[in-house]
């Protein structure tokens, strides 16, 4: 399928939900919240992050990790947040930064960037300086060198050109900054014919993961160097049904259920860090 048209039914989708989102108090999961959020369920956060957490960012939060929990970020340093959807890990951030940081939120659906705004606002974070930019991970428009850190949660598989996102997260790293991701890849090599069918719906995120040893090299193709697993499991059959029809059921057509049964066992979770080496910036 065409980038154009991925990037497009990414937008769609994640846009529906977070309008939809903004109807509904307690949403989550494209289906009335119950007792408890996605993001609790899933055990991603400490309890006590989420409790300080606005409603609004903790029932939109589509995560696979804590990516502002491993990036050891200090205080005063300048955090990007590469697909920041609704805000979870920018104010996560931004509450470990103090009063000289600043965090920069990148979502390029404008309904989510919306919401992010709403989020942040209510999360009172009076000190620290934090930026929405409705913008592609491919072109930012941030200048080049200008953060410490490149964060990001279940965004890069979702990407149709993971490498020009790459690219684009190594420009603004300033030498010797650093990447704390987290995503899915594909750990063995599944059939062609079915990665074809799960590409051409681009189906959650699973449509757009890549087999691992690409993903690592498109990495390094992009400069990066130091890469730390720092935790990575095999998605269990029910995270690997919420992924595959996420944000959820209501915006995303799940696989049809023979071809997640064939994909048990391959797709992980993955947590990393990389560094922009402190020569990065010499040609
Ligand atoms: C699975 S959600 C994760 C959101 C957030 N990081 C979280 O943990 O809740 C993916 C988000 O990435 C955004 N996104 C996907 N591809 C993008 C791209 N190429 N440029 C900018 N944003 C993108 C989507 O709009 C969506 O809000």
Redesign the pocket.
């Known amino acids: 399928m065409r980038t154009n048209k991925i990037?497009k039914i990414?937008?769609t989708r994640?846009g529906g939900f977070a309008k939809a989102a903004s109807s509904a108090v307690g949403f989550c999961c494209g289906k009335p919240a119950e007792s408890t959020c996605c993001a609790l369920e899933q055990g991603l956060y400490a309890e006590s992050e989420l409790v300080s957490l606005p409603e609004i960012a903790r029932n939109?939060?589509?995560?696979c990790g804590n990516p502002s929990g491993f990036a050891n970020l200090q205080p005063g340093e300048v955090v990007v947040?590469f697909?920041?959807?609704?805000g979870?890990?920018v104010i996560l951030a931004a509450r470990r930064l103090g009063t000289h940081g600043r965090v920069y939120g990148?979502?390029?659906?404008p309904p989510?960037i919306e919401r992010a705004k709403q989020a942040v606002a209510q999360a009172d974070l009076r000190d620290v300086a934090v930026e929405m930019l409705d913008?592609?991970?491919?072109d930012t428009g941030l200048p080049r060198s200008c953060a410490d850190v490149v964060i990001?949660?279940?965004?890069i598989n979702?990407?149709p050109d993971k490498a020009a996102?790459y690219r684009e997260a190594f420009r603004i790293l300033r030498p010797g900054g650093r990447l704390a991701v987290s995503d899915i890849l594909l750990s063995r090599p599944i059939d062609a014919e079915l990665r074809e069918r799960l590409q051409t719906g681009w189906a959650g995120?699973t449509g757009g993961a890549l087999p691992e040893d690409d993903y690592w090299s498109t990495l390094r193709s992009a400069g990066f160097t130091e890469l730390e697993t720092v935790a990575r499991h095999v998605l269990s059959d029910r995270e690997l049904d919420d992924m595959a029809r996420?944000?959820g059921e209501a915006f995303t057509p799940a696989p049809a259920v023979a071809d997640l049964v064939r994909l048990r066992g391959a797709v992980e979770s993955v947590k990393f860090t990389a560094i922009k080496p402190p020569s990065g910036d010499v040609a």
């Open positions: 990037r990414v937008q994640y939109l939060s589509r995560g947040d697909g920041c959807g609704c979870i890990d990148v979502d390029f659906t989510m913008a592609s991970l491919e990001s949660n279940c965004v979702l990407c996102a995120c996420c944000p």
